[in-house]
């Protein structure tokens, strides 16, 4: 088993802090090319009263403009989260970076697939119980549907 490229999926929890160095050890002792990525999920912003139809009770919809501005804010913030993870762990080395949008298990398998990765690492937030249910695993879904190996790192503190 040959490991050429490392995909790292983050965010900016300090369990993605974690994988990621893993991730970039791993890349240093194979010599492994690697590739970040950052998945932008949807942002719901609950509507105020100052937002709803008088007529109908609904929330108005959002300008495109807003909805614009939001998306750009989600992009900037996502982009500083990948910046901050190749300084810290990858100065060393050439790094691809990938910002998606959507949800973020299916976001990273399309980056592994379309990066070619031969492993994918993530960190877990160690969920369980009605969190877990309500919250959904991240980890488990890549788990589950990835065509590569994933590595999941649990965080210790």
């Given at each position: 088993?040959?490991?050429?490229?490392?995909l790292?999926?983050?965010?900016?929890?300090k369990?993605?802090?974690?994988?990621?160095?893993?991730?970039?050890?791993?890349?240093?002792?194979?010599?492994?090319?690697?590739?970040?990525?950052?998945?932008?999920?949807?942002?719901?912003?609950?509507?105020?009263s100052?937002?709803?139809?008088?007529?109908?009770?609904?929330?108005?919809?959002?300008?495109?403009?807003?909805?614009?501005?939001?998306?750009?804010?989600?992009?900037?913030?996502?982009?500083?989260?990948?910046?901050?993870?190749?300084?810290?762990?990858?100065?060393?080395?050439?790094?691809?970076?990938?910002?998606?949008?959507?949800?973020t298990?299916?976001?990273?398998?399309?980056?592994?697939?379309?990066?070619?990765?031969?492993?994918?690492?993530?960190?877990?937030?160690?969920?369980?119980?009605?969190?877990?249910?309500?919250?959904?695993?991240?980890?488990?879904?890549?788990?589950?549907?990835?065509?590569?190996?994933?590595?999941?790192?649990?965080?210790?503190s």
């Amino acid at each position: 088993m040959k490991i050429s490229k490392i995909l790292i999926g983050i965010d900016d929890s300090k369990y993605a802090d974690h994988a990621a160095e893993y991730g970039f050890d791993l890349a240093h002792k194979f010599n492994a090319e690697v590739g970040v990525v950052n998945i932008i999920e949807p942002m719901l912003i609950p509507q105020t009263s100052a937002g709803i139809d008088p007529l109908l009770g609904a929330g108005m919809a959002s300008t495109i403009a807003e909805d614009m501005e939001i998306m750009d804010i989600q992009k900037s913030h996502a982009g500083t989260i990948v910046e901050n993870i190749i300084k810290k762990f990858g100065a060393d080395m050439p790094v691809t970076h990938f910002t998606e949008y959507g949800s973020t298990a299916d976001g990273i398998i399309n980056c592994s697939k379309e990066f070619g990765a031969d492993l994918v690492v993530i960190g877990t937030h160690s969920r369980s119980g009605l969190d877990r249910l309500l919250m959904g695993s991240v980890a488990e879904h890549v788990v589950r549907h990835s065509e590569v190996p994933v590595l999941v790192v649990p965080f210790s503190s």
